[in-house]
C-alpha cells in the first residue's frame, strides 16, 4: 500500500469518526442526562386501592424524548452537543488510525487467504482493534 492511500485512509477514517461522532452526540447527551438525572419525576400516578383503603403512588422514570423536549425547552438546541470538541479529539484520531491499520492488514492478509473473504475481514479488524487498543502512547 503507497503512502498516499495510507493517508487516504487516515483522512477518510477521520472524516468518519468525526461525523459519526456529531451525528450521535444529541444522543449521548439525553443518555447521559438520564443516567445522571438525581430528580425522580413524577410523570404519572396509578392509584391502586386495596381492601384497607391504602393507595399506592408508581414513580416513572422521564423517557428519551421527554429528556430531549426538556433540554430543548431549558437550554436551547445547541447543548445538545456540549462535551462534541473534547470527543472529537479522541474520536478522529482514533477512527482514523484504526481505518488505516484495517486497510493495512487487509491488503496484507489478501495474499494469505482468498482475497476479501470473511477471514480477511474478520482478522483485519481485530488486528486493527488491538493495534488502536495498544497503540504506544508518549509519555
Do not use: W
Not at 436551547?76 to 479522541?90: E, Q, W
Amino acid at each position: 500500500m503507497s503512502q498516499r492511500d495510507t493517508l487516504v485512509h487516515l483522512f477518510a477514517g477521520g472524516c468518519g469518526g468525526t461525523v459519526g461522532a456529531i451525528l450521535t452526540c444529541p444522543l449521548e447527551v439525553v443518555k447521559t442526562r438520564l443516567q445522571s438525572s438525581s430528580v425522580t419525576l413524577y410523570i404519572s400516578e396509578v392509584q391502586l386501592s386495596t381492601m384497607a383503603g391504602a393507595s399506592v403512588n408508581r414513580v416513572v422514570s422521564p423517557g428519551p424524548l421527554h429528556c430531549l423536549k426538556v433540554i430543548l425547552e431549558k437550554e436551547g438546541p445547541r447543548s445538545l452537543f456540549r462535551g462534541l470538541g473534547p470527543n472529537l479529539v479522541g474520536v478522529a484520531p482514533s477512527r482514523a488510525i484504526y481505518f488505516a491499520a484495517y486497510s493495512n492488514c487487509k491488503e496484507k492478509l489478501n495474499g494469505v487467504f482468498d482475497p476479501d473473504s470473511t477471514q480477511v475481514h474478520m482478522i483485519s479488524a481485530a488486528m486493527a482493534g488491538i493495534y488502536c487498543t495498544f497503540l504506544p502512547r508518549k509519555e
